[in-house]
């Protein structure tokens, strides 16, 4: 449970899903004047170097955020994204990549809060070297899918719940879905983001037919991969089930994730979707 290490996986197209859509809803939240908070279950080690061993071991970021990296012709929410990424590469060469929890960190206003879980002991402690003992920010060494359910409902009443696991054990498909339930029936309103991996499709139909059934209002789908399913062994795509979204969230991906999909994949094998799973 405790093997995984993002540093071989980022930047890579998932990540530019999850990041992309997390900075549109972030930017939303930012709309009002009244603050927010944001809980990262699953925050991992908050910064990773693109030119480390564990990154250049697949060379995952070549299918994902180095492709973007000089292009002109991004799509809005596509330019918000690789804006972002730039600022923690100020020679506008591509050799760090931020993790959610900088990502968020980068956009807090004063008043606004970010509550980090981290489980794995190496990446707690890189993660709270990283984020340097920011007065807004909470570091907890502790499963976010257990212990975050206590911060809810924020104080501030506003929010986002990013929900990121790994999936290593097949049990964490149930498991953030009974997390789910329990969260929204005690933050109803905030905005839930769940990333989720397509490696066996089985799995994903299951996942998106508990949440049919879960009594949870307001769920939509955006899912981007880079080639068809496979039963060969890897992510083929990911998607980011979102629950009380931004009303501009759909419009954007309108936009980006077609875009996206004939970007990022190998000719001809890219695909989207974009669906409503439960209405309001």
């Known amino acids: 449970m405790l093997s995984y290490r993002h540093a071989f996986h980022a930047g890579n197209f998932a990540d530019v899903l999850k990041h992309l859509i997390l900075i549109q809803v972030i930017n939303y939240l930012k709309q009002k004047d009244k603050p927010f908070c944001c809980i990262d279950t699953h925050a991992g080690a908050g910064m990773y170097t693109l030119n480390s061993d564990y990154a250049l071991k697949n060379r995952e970021f070549d299918t994902g955020i180095a492709k973007l990296w000089q292009r002109t012709d991004l799509p809005q929410a596509v330019a918000d994204y690789v804006a972002l990424i730039k600022q923690f590469n100020p020679i506008d060469r591509l050799n760090h990549y931020p993790g959610s929890p900088l990502i968020a ?9 970010l509550f980090c879980y981290e489980l794995h002991s190496t990446e707690i402690k890189i993660l709270t070297a990283t984020l340097k003992k920011d007065r807004h920010i909470k570091v907890f060494h502790a499963d976010g899918l257990k212990n975050s359910l206590g911060l809810l409902p924020p104080t501030e009443r506003r929010g986002l719940v990013l929900i990121d696991p790994s999936y290593e054990l097949k049990t964490d498909y149930q498991e953030v879905i009974e997390t789910l339930i329990a969260m929204y029936k005690r933050f109803a309103n905030g905005t839930f983001a769940l990333w989720y991996p397509v490696i066996n499709r089985r799995r994903n139909n299951e996942l998106e037919q ?68 439960v209405a309001e």
């Open 105 to 113: 960190q980068q956009l807090l206003r004063a008043n606004d809060r």
């Open 210 to 277: 508990k949440l049919k059934t879960s009594g949870i209002k307001n769920v939509h789908l955006f899912e981007l991969g880079i080639q068809a399913d496979s039963p060969e062994p890897g992510m083929t795509a990911s998607g980011m089930i979102v629950i009380n979204p931004p009303w501009t969230l759909k419009s954007e991906m309108e936009h980006a994730l077609p875009w996206l999909a004939e970007t990022l994949g190998p000719p001809g094998t890219g695909f989207y979707r974009l669906e409503q799973l």
